[in-house]
DNA sequence: TGTACATCAGTGAACGCGCGTTCACTGATGTAC
DNA sequence: TGTACATCAGTGAACGCGCGTTCACTGATGTAC
């Protein structure tokens, strides 16, 4: 029969392996995902290098990883947000969820930022894939509202960059101040998209 | 009195340093700038690890170095091209120059890419001067024609924002087609700049 | 129930390797007088 | 003109260090009978 660990074990193995994304962000954020080791992680996650492979093969697959869970459910959470907004508020409504994303988790915003157009060509398409979907809901929102398809989606996807940009200026605090940062998203993705 | 190298002397150390710029940017197109070595680089320079030290510091005043002679040259370049557009032309002028860049010099427009949003912050730093610059050519461009200021300068940081990502997906070819790419740029840089 | 076995996350020792950096040196060439 | 000295790009040997990876092992726990 097949063997089973029991729920606790389980719960156990979780509570490393997101040790381990969380380890990496926040090393990431600091000097680079790019350049983060395989025992600079596990060190900072409180593991033995050895372990690491317990649970990745190697550095990208748990870059892949981070994408897959946390990328997409923030990324998730904001595409929910701008399909739930009421009246033509989906600009605004896009523009201050991003913004909360990039303060509430900036690290992972970060590697966002960086890895979309970072050296891994797997990671920049999953992160592709992610953002993506962000355009699509973008794009419903927007053409739903006045019944018409037509604003093209290419439309929702140069907001989409100009969203992710925000974010990533929005993490050098020097660089701008957030109201004036928020005004341009505004105003630059309301162009875009029409509204 | 001062020391004073033959013109010969001094040509040739310029094109030692040449050298560890370009390798540098070969190499770092395969990997990614930010997990480059000063070996790695030196090796395929064809120079002694040790006589990196002659020419930089270290691997982020190399990259310092990249931005200030070869990235300005190619924002002048472009910038350049933008002003002296005639008509209303300089959106197409402005896409067309960006594409052509990411054409003939994958390698650079790669390193802008990356470093834009890479780990350092002083590369982020001199990157968003080169473009600024950009942004301001774009800007007068745009209110020249029209004899009035009242497009805003973000209106062509966001259009800058465009083009270098535009820059970035050119470079992954599987991406989009090149014409594709060319009208989603044509059409949000219009958009965002009112022509 | 007891016993023998399988699974599996975590471990410490050990490996070979490439790294950044230092050092003292060479050899060519410019400067002073 | 000759001679003594300064400058400086490039070099090879050597250093200590952290890296990724392998290996055989432990100990807890699930499975089979």
Do not use: N
Not at 44 to 61: C, L, N, V
Not at 74 to 81: D, K, M, P, R
Not at 159 to 173: E, M, N, P, Y
């Amino acid at each position: 029969m097949a063997f089973r660990p029991s729920a606790e074990k389980r719960e156990e193995k979780e509570r490393v392996r997101a040790a381990l994304l969380s380890a990496a962000l926040r090393l990431g954020a600091v000097h680079g995902f790019a350049s983060l080791g395989l025992r600079e992680v596990s060190r900072e996650a409180g593991i033995a290098p050895t372990s690491f492979y317990r649970h990745f093969a190697d550095m990208e697959e748990l870059g892949a990883a981070i994408i897959g869970e946390l990328v997409s459910a923030v990324v998730g959470s904001i595409s929910e947000q701008v399909l739930k907004s009421t009246d033509d508020a989906f600009v605004a409504t896009s523009v201050d969820a991003a913004l909360r994303a990039a303060e509430r988790e900036p690290e992972l915003i970060r590697f966002v930022v960086a890895e979309r157009v970072g050296a891994s060509a797997q990671l920049r398409g999953l992160l592709r894939s992610e953002l993506a979907a962000l355009a699509r809901a973008l794009h419903t929102a927007c053409v739903g509202l006045r019944a018409s398809d037509l604003l093209p989606l290419m439309a929702a996807e140069s907001a989409v960059v100009l969203l992710v940009d925000g974010c990533g200026q929005a993490l050098d605090t020097t660089a701008r101040s957030r109201s004036q940062l928020r005004d341009s998203l505004l105003w630059g993705v309301g162009r875009l998209l029409g509204a």
